[in-house]
């Protein structure tokens, strides 16, 4: 940990510069790396993530008056205050500070408190930004962390994950919690698989002879800004629905695929079928939805839709849910690989992570020609398997590669990608790097 201790030392330098006193204490929660599961935690479904060794550090303070002060390392982010009892979050810009506020509002509105103390806090984090690791639910919960610590309160890290899930939805963001339930639940040296509903993690071993490696695309995508990520959740909810209601079920209580199969009682290879069965493959128009599940314009929009949904005009309701019932199981087959550890171990999850690109590139629509560019140069040099992580649009890769051929593995990825372009190379060591999973978040005092 000595590059954590100097780089809390810098903070505790800073602070002083900054606001003229010494920190309390620190919060420190990690960015994550999604090795297979992509958009299916808020359909319900469990996902395989690890922790990764880049985070977000805050230093605090409390204060008498009642002003929260936010401060960055990085200067392209402004210093931000408010008062800490009239928190409001504009959905309309993803603004650093906002995700800060998510988490403090979160525990506020949870334990119902007001006249709420202020504090001053500077933020440093070095998970690169809008790169599909994480750094904005790393801040979400960073910031959950802090002001629990701040009121003294005590919260396990299962509800404390669950806070913040919800609380990252004051953004505009409908994701569905692994993000923040990783970065609470990691230990250092294992993966996890994280189920939801109830919310748990259980430890998967990778295999000893394979490094994973994340490559960034350098293609920046915030969630936030754009409705991309938020239309995939509708889509998936409105399949959801028009399965139901194909199947007899009691179809306007559904909002997740998860929950049509565990009423169902069938396999996930079964719903497969049902999809192929119940949907087309064509666009589906929001008259033609009306149609299927026999409501009006105004209720489907009024009542199913979210706000930044409604004007959509086509739902590709067969190629989303073909995605989310495939990936599911491909997570599940990935744990038990992972179990059984045959001795093509390396080679059979390196082939789910390429089943898993396909779909998320041809079925879910979320990668880019820089992801899918990126992703078969990792393959050429070496990786067993190679897919985009992350919501997608841009961001970063996750490889499975040989442990024996890491080193000639980046040598010439970094040739191939970073510099036959104009790409960031400031970035470097941000852009390309092997990982190890790493631990979750945690409070230090200051000695």
Not at 120 to 132: F, M, R, T, Y
Not at 207 to 227: D, H, L, Q, R
Not at 248 to 255: A, C, R, S
């Amino acid at each position: 940990m000595p590059v954590l201790f100097d780089r809390l030392m810098k903070l505790k330098e800073m602070f002083n510069s900054k606001f003229g006193s010494i920190p309390k204490f620190y919060v420190r929660a990690p960015g994550r790396v999604n090795i297979i599961g992509e958009h299916i935690d808020y359909c319900g479904y469990s996902v395989l993530p690890m922790a990764v060794e880049q985070d977000m550090l805050i230093a605090v303070e409390p204060v008498e008056t009642q002003t929260l002060q936010l401060a960055n390392t990085n200067p392209l982010y402004p210093d931000f205050s408010i008062n800490a009892n009239n928190i409001q979050i504009d959905k309309t810009k993803p603004l650093w500070h906002n995700y800060f506020l998510c988490g403090f509002k979160g525990i506020q509105e949870h334990f119902g408190l007001s006249n709420l103390t202020g504090m001053n806090c500077l933020v440093d984090g070095n998970i690169p930004p809008s790169s599909g690791l994480s750094s904005s639910s790393a801040l979400v919960c960073c910031a959950g962390l802090v002001t629990v610590t701040v009121l003294g309160m005590n919260l396990s890290k299962v509800e404390l994950a669950e806070i913040c899930a919800k609380s990252e939805r004051y953004i505009g963001t409908e994701g569905g919690g692994m993000d923040q339930s990783i970065s609470f639940l990691a230990e250092e040296g294992t993966a996890k698989l994280i189920e939801f509903s109830p919310l748990r993690a259980t430890d998967v071993k990778l295999p000893s002879g394979a490094v994973f490696v994340i490559a960034n695309s350098c293609v920046e995508m915030n969630k936030a800004a754009t409705s991309h990520f938020n239309i995939r959740v509708m889509e998936c909810r409105l399949a959801a629905k028009l399965l139901a209601k194909y199947k007899g079920l009691q179809w306007d209580k559904i909002l997740r695929l998860e929950e049509v199969q565990a009423k169902l009682g069938v396999s996930l290879e079964e719903m497969l079928g049902i999809v192929e069965d119940a949907l087309h493959p064509e666009p589906y128009s929001p008259e033609e939805v009306c149609r299927c599940l026999g409501i009006s314009l105004q209720e489907l929009r009024t009542q199913v839709l979210s706000p930044n949904t409604q004007d959509v005009l086509i739902f590709k309701l067969y190629q989303r849910a073909k995605h989310v019932y495939s990936e599911a199981a491909r997570v599940l087959q990935f744990k038990k690989i992972c179990e059984e550890a045959p001795d093509n171990t390396v080679q059979l999850l390196g082939d789910l992570m390429n089943q898993s690109h396909v779909s998320c590139r041809d079925m879910y629509e979320c990668s880019c020609p820089e992801l899918d560019q990126l992703v078969d140069i990792c393959r050429k040099f070496g990786a067993q398997g190679s897919r985009l992580t992350g919501a997608g649009w841009g961001g970063c890769t996750v490889s499975i590669v040989p442990a024996d051929k890491l080193s000639s593995f980046l040598a010439n990825v970094h040739e191939a990608y970073y510099q036959r372009s104009d790409r960031n190379l400031t970035f470097e060591k941000q852009s390309l790097f092997a990982t190890k999973p790493g631990g979750g978040a945690l409070v230090f005092l200051e000695a």
